[in-house]
């Protein structure tokens, strides 16, 4: 279960990144792909690891969410390892829901 869960996550944000990048042109997209900074990142987004001294390139560079999102939502799955675990991400989700009411519209 776990690891169809991981297949999902990587395939929506995978999704959701091809989403944010312009239709008509699939020369960077695929381009993108084969960037080793953008493949570390999305490593780092979904594991939570490596990221000490990429983090801030790869939310400038792909505007990527930190890997808290991602790790909470596979413990929603999977279970979370005490009260206080559990109130952590209870509080990441409730700071990105105010952030989601407050953002910006196009």
Request: net charge neutral.
């Amino acid at each position: 279960m776990a690891l169809r869960f991981n297949r999902l996550v990587l395939g929506m944000s995978a999704a959701l990144l091809l989403g944010a990048l312009p239709a008509s042109d699939a020369g960077p997209r695929d381009a993108l792909f084969d960037d080793t900074l953008f493949r570390k990142c999305i490593n780092w987004m979904l594991d939570g690891t490596g990221g000490g001294l990429i983090e801030n390139l790869c939310i400038e560079y792909y505007a990527l969410p930190s890997p808290s999102i991602f790790q909470c939502a596979r413990k929603v799955m999977t279970g979370f390892q005490s009260t206080m675990d559990q109130e952590g991400c209870a509080v990441i989700f409730e700071e990105q829901a105010r952030k989601v009411r407050a953002g910006y519209i196009k």
